[in-house]
């Protein structure tokens, strides 16, 4: 079956360190890859999108990058701060403007 | 322009009854969506609209759930009869071709019905 995962652990890090998050998936050939952040109580917010002919894709202490062949993206966030913790979602493209959400990995990010 | 509006914020209703939720898609986008998060099955698209029209409901769990777009600025979530099973928060979000960044598809989501019933 059609299957998107990421960490499904909460991610616990120091501020300053680099954030790394994964999203793998199955079945799926997607044309575009995106990330998103929910704070709680709220909707999700667009962060990055990466295109299946593109490797890597970075904004400003964000990279984003994309492996066709492992069927994988990586999130970092280098120099965490406390204002990074929130959830993360990756989202793929599943044709035409449909979106698949995975189930979000929950950032900490301690002083 | 004040993002994507979704009204009522909070619903309480009992077994049974009807619930009509609401949004408002952000001026000039030409595409809403209908999502609802569940903790344990996270962010589910339910049914897409572009251009008023709706193209693809096959996430709208069964017949109970209904939604229309009568126009470019308003689209409506009903449920009838509504469940316990249907508590959620149910969101809307808005988006246009390549996206205001060039990104494409970029969502614009609101801040959510948070719906229980009992």
């Known amino acids: ?111 | 322009d004040a993002g994507v509006i979704q009204s009522p914020r909070h619903e309480v209703t009992e077994m049974g009854q009807e619930v009509t939720l609401r949004c408002k898609p952000i001026s000039g986008h030409d595409y809403l969506f209908w999502y609802r998060q569940t903790m344990m099955r996270g962010l589910e698209l339910l049914i897409y609209f572009n251009n008023n029209v709706p193209i693809d409901d096959s996430g709208m769990p069964e017949d109970r759930f209904s939604a229309k777009m009568p126009n470019a600025s308003f689209s409506t979530l009903k449920i009838q009869p509504s469940e316990p099973r249907d508590s959620a928060v149910y969101f809307c979000a808005s988006s246009q071709l390549w996206g205001t960044s060039g990104e494409g598809n970029e969502q614009f989501f609101g801040p959510g019905t948070r719906l229980t019933v009992l």
């Open chain 1, 1 to 111: 079956s059609q299957k998107i995962e990421q960490n499904s652990e909460a991610l616990n890090i120091q501020e300053g360190k680099t954030a790394t998050l994964t999203c793998n998936y199955t079945n799926y050939s997607p044309a575009y890859l995106q990330w998103y952040r929910q704070d709680p109580g709220r909707g999700p917010v667009f962060l990055l999108l990466i295109r299946e002919n593109e490797k890597e894709k970075r904004k400003e202490r964000l990279k984003v990058t994309f492996d066709t062949t492992l069927k994988q993206s990586l999130f970092h966030i280098t120099a965490s701060q406390p204002a990074d913790s929130a959830t993360y979602l990756c989202a793929l493209e599943t044709g035409g403007f449909k979106t698949i959400f995975g189930a979000g990995t929950r950032l900490f990010v301690k002083a």
